[in-house]
């Protein structure tokens, strides 16, 4: 069975750090297309806004609210996903999950990613 589980959220201060870890597991691809996304709180998950994605290769992809102060990365051996945050900001308030795809790319867009996981909350105070 296919999982994808997130840890490292919590709460932080506006120009603090926090680092997210997906561990994934259950299929047999270790470098597939891979992204983090977060949904604001009262907002459904069609409001899941794209935060940064990862292709096979490793290039990376950031939304422009987050360029500059996030990054994602990976281990391809223990097959787990990062994302380093620095300077919050608390609009960065959300869940954020981490979520994979069948495919060569790695677009921002939600709706292309199928495999998700069941998310972790990230509050930042001002």
């Known amino acids: 069975q296919v999982q994808l589980v997130e840890s490292g959220g919590g709460s932080g201060q506006a120009g603090g750090a926090l680092r997210l870890s997906c561990a994934a597991s259950?299929?047999?691809?270790?470098?597939?297309?891979m992204g983090w996304f977060r949904q604001a709180p009262g907002k459904g998950r069609e409001a899941r806004e794209a935060?940064?994605?990862?292709?096979?290769?490793?290039?990376?992809t950031y939304s422009d609210s987050v360029k500059g102060r996030f990054t994602i990365s990976r281990d391809s051996a223990t097959r787990t996903l990062y994302l380093q945050m620095n300077n919050l900001k608390p609009e960065d308030t959300a869940m954020y999950y981490c979520?994979?795809?069948?495919?060569?790319?790695?677009?921002?867009?939600?709706?292309?990613?199928?495999?998700w996981g069941q998310g972790t909350q990230v509050t930042v105070s001002s």
């Open positions: 979520a994979a795809r069948i495919g060569d790319s790695a677009p921002l867009w939600h709706r292309a990613y199928t495999i």
């Open positions: 935060v940064a994605t990862i292709t096979r290769n490793g290039t990376t």
């Open positions: 259950g299929y047999a691809e270790r470098s597939s297309p």
